[in-house]
């Protein structure tokens, strides 16, 4: 099946800094990707769709300019939290669709102290 | 994009079957009714996917009656390894977004 990977799996910055997390479709191209957020005991927020070679669409409430979405090729895009601040603490998943489905990434632990 | 509404948890013994209904009132059209499952801190895996009547896979069945507004993803005999989370979710799946629910969280018991 599709596979989808993530790096880094888990991640720790300090309050200020920018972290920047990539999602890889690595079997098949995926010019749309999305990319989640998920508190703990809480359902995937969709954050933004990652489109290929344009910019990112984004959902309502999420700042683009603190997420920065870059989708360069066909089987890369990545996601970079700037100025991060420990709210910005969660785990975030991404996903390509193949198939009529969906595969997602393992997800990167994103802890800011 | 449909919205789908799950109960929020459910309990079960090893060796049960397990029901899980999803309502999805607004489906349209061209959605598809597809269902994953989550680990604690991994991302969601498919688990199947259906338009109408019955699939089967080698994990569950899905089971749609011919008005849509709802699916039942069927677990036979559950193990310890079934606890998870599970998310219904409704919509066209060629590129585009899912909206996720709040699922519902299956506990398996010895």
């Known amino acids: 099946g599709a596979v989808v990977s993530q790096h880094p799996s888990w991640v720790i910055c300090k309050s200020g800094t920018s972290v920047k997390i990539e999602c890889r479709s690595l079997?098949?191209?995926?010019?749309?990707m999305f990319w989640y957020r998920q508190f703990p005991k809480q359902s995937l927020m969709l954050m933004a769709t990652s489109n290929e070679g344009s910019k990112a669409t984004y959902e309502q409430g999420v700042e683009k300019d603190k997420f920065l979405i870059n989708h360069a090729s066909l089987t890369l895009s990545t996601l970079t939290v700037t100025s991060a601040h420990p709210e910005d603490s969660s785990f975030y998943i991404c996903?390509?669709?193949?198939?009529?489905?969906?595969?997602f990434g393992p997800g990167t632990r994103l802890t800011v102290t | 994009l449909a919205k789908t509404t799950q109960p929020i948890s459910m309990d079960s013994y090893e060796g049960q079957e397990v029901n899980i209904t999803c309502s999805h009132n607004?489906?349209?059209?061209?959605?598809?009714i597809t269902w994953y499952q989550q680990f604690p801190s991994q991302g969601p895996r498919f688990i199947i996917q259906g338009y109408k009547t019955k699939v089967t896979n080698e994990v569950a069945s899905l089971f749609i009656p011919a008005d849509r507004k709802s699916s039942t993803l069927s677990l036979p005999r559950v193990s310890l390894s079934d606890t998870a989370v599970y998310y219904c979710?409704?919509?066209?799946?060629?590129?585009?977004?899912?909206?996720f629910g709040q699922g519902t969280e299956l506990s398996v018991k010895p």
């Open positions: 979710l409704v919509g066209e799946t060629q590129g585009g977004k899912l909206i």
């Open positions: 079997d098949f191209q995926a010019t749309t």
């Open positions: 996903s390509a669709p193949r198939d009529r489905k969906e595969y």
């Open positions: 607004n489906i349209a059209t061209n959605d598809y």
